[in-house]
């Protein structure tokens, strides 16, 4: 028990003492006050002046602390109020600031109410104050986030449920997005069944579809609510108030009526959110293409933004500069499929590729062989011995393929890295993060001179793959192989000459 700890035992003492004797009430002068007031006060309440007066600002505390734990808001201090100020004084000395629950007030609830309230949940009055309705709009919160293990938790924990509250709430804002996907006959189908359902007349006097619907319409339309971004969490076919929190901040982005319900209006615009799959990327749009996009457009130094899958407007800037470069005048800056592969190929040089395939023509031939016969005959060095060749080997081929000249080619692994190092057409980085078949993986290995291969791409459980002069004979001679690696990555070096 540290001191506080015991300060605020004595303290406590000293209350349950003269409550022996009876509740406290407006008027009364005690030192048990001043300790109630700093209690008020921990738990962010405002008595006013903390002195041992029972003040009209100590009641008006009492009272909302009251209200927020349960109790009725007496303003008067009992028994069963002090018993409940003792338990948020005990988890705020414990918790500190890494926590809020029932029974407290500060500025922090007030911004979790108001998050809660974007999101669709019932939190009463937004006042900064932890009661009843809070806990019940964060249970709710909690039952909605798969992350979140604890379901029937009803307080928030900073780094826990606050910061996933936190992202939920700023992921509503946004612009519209869209999706690509492939576009059945059956989808067709239900998009006609859902505008029919978005346009209807309902007996209680509503128009389209909203809390309390259910069924292949609302299924859809939570579907196109997650492709614009404004995720539901539940594409189960139930309007619930997540739902209406996700149409309304979609309204409001698109400069529609926000009611909270899709009537035929909004579902015309909603229902642009999934595109047919063969549809050019466009301004809006969140794929895994458009990361490809980007990925090569900041390659070629187009600068595309922040490399994040979304196409926005420097996405479309950067795409018009790549176009107007390599196609003249007249594009619009979309990105169809033959767009897409011409930016990887522009990114890629070409000569990535053909390095690659230099290097896998001569797949299982012993280094022995390579250098008098075959394509890197010309390019080797015959005296190299044969099992330290990997230098050798990779040299040649980016030789070859035209990625480094005769006077850059080096049969150490230092030599061949400092050659890269110095050519402005060589870019290093430190992993495989981006990185494309073709480029050189520097290794660091046991023996100090390391070793040198060339990534070939990624098997089908993402392991990366290398191709290389290995030392896998049984004389301790090399061979070219392609296979994974153990060794530590020292440098990873891609051509963009």
């Not at 039952?143 to 449920?161: F, I, V, W």
């Amino acid at each position: 028990m540290n001191a506080i700890t015991r300060s605020d035992a004595r303290s406590n003492r000293t209350v349950d003492a003269t409550l022996q004797d009876g509740p406290l009430a407006a008027g009364a002068q005690e030192p048990a006050v001043k300790v109630v007031e700093r209690m008020l006060r921990l738990a962010g309440f405002s008595p006013g002046v903390v002195d041992n007066k029972f003040t009209a600002s100590t009641a008006e505390a009492l009272r909302q602390f009251q209200s927020a734990v349960g109790l009725p808001s007496t303003g008067s201090l009992d028994t069963r109020t002090f018993d409940r100020l003792k338990k948020v004084q005990g988890r705020i000395r414990a918790q500190g600031d890494q926590y809020v629950g029932i029974g407290q007030k500060s500025d922090r609830i007030r911004t979790d109410e108001q998050r809660l309230r974007k999101l669709g949940y019932d939190v009463g009055r937004v006042d900064g104050i932890y009661d009843a309705d809070t806990a019940r709009a964060v249970r709710a919160f909690r039952a909605d986030q798969p992350e979140l293990h604890n379901k029937t938790a009803t307080g928030m924990r900073r780094h826990g449920a606050e910061a996933v509250l936190a992202r939920e709430a700023r992921a509503l804002d946004h612009a519209p997005e869209h999706r690509r996907s492939k576009i059945t006959r059956a989808h067709r189908r239900l998009d006609a069944a859902t505008a029919a359902a978005a346009g209807r007349d309902n007996p209680d006097g509503t128009t389209g579809v909203g809390v309390g619907n259910h069924g292949r319409a609302t299924k859809n339309i939570q579907a196109h609510l997650k492709a614009a971004g404004y995720d539901p969490q539940h594409t189960n076919g139930v309007f619930d108030e997540r739902t209406a929190a996700a149409v309304k901040a979609f309204q409001r982005r698109s400069h529609l009526p926000v009611s909270g319900r899709v009537d035929a209006q909004t579902w015309n615009k909603l229902s642009g959110s999934i595109q047919a799959k063969s549809a050019p990327m466009t301004v809006g749009e969140r794929s895994h293409d458009v990361l490809r996009a980007e990925r090569a457009l900041q390659e070629l130094g187009f600068k595309p933004g922040k490399v994040d899958g979304l196409f926005d407007s420097r996405t479309l800037a950067a795409a018009k500069k790549f176009e107007h470069k390599h196609h003249g005048h007249g594009r619009d800056g979309s990105i169809d499929a033959r767009e897409l592969k011409a930016m990887e190929r522009a990114a890629d040089g070409g000569k990535g590729q053909d390095a690659l395939r230099i290097a896998k023509s001569v797949l299982g031939r012993n280094a022995g062989d390579i250098k008098y016969h075959g394509p890197l005959a010309r390019d080797m060095n015959d005296w190299v011995p044969n099992n330290v060749n990997c230098a050798n080997f990779v040299s040649a081929v980016l030789e070859k393929a035209g990625m480094i000249t005769n006077g850059q080619h080096h049969d150490a692994v230092r030599g061949l890295r400092d050659n890269l190092r110095r050519d402005r057409d060589w870019k290093e980085q430190r992993t495989l993060a981006g990185a494309k078949p073709g480029d050189v993986v520097m290794f660091h290995t046991s023996h100090s001179w390391g070793h040198v291969v060339m990534f070939a791409g990624w098997d089908s459980h993402h392991r990366p793959l290398f191709i290389g002069s290995n030392n896998v004979n049984a004389d301790g001679s090399q061979r070219v192989t392609m296979g994974h690696s153990n060794y530590r990555i020292d440098g990873v070096f891609h051509f963009r000459g």
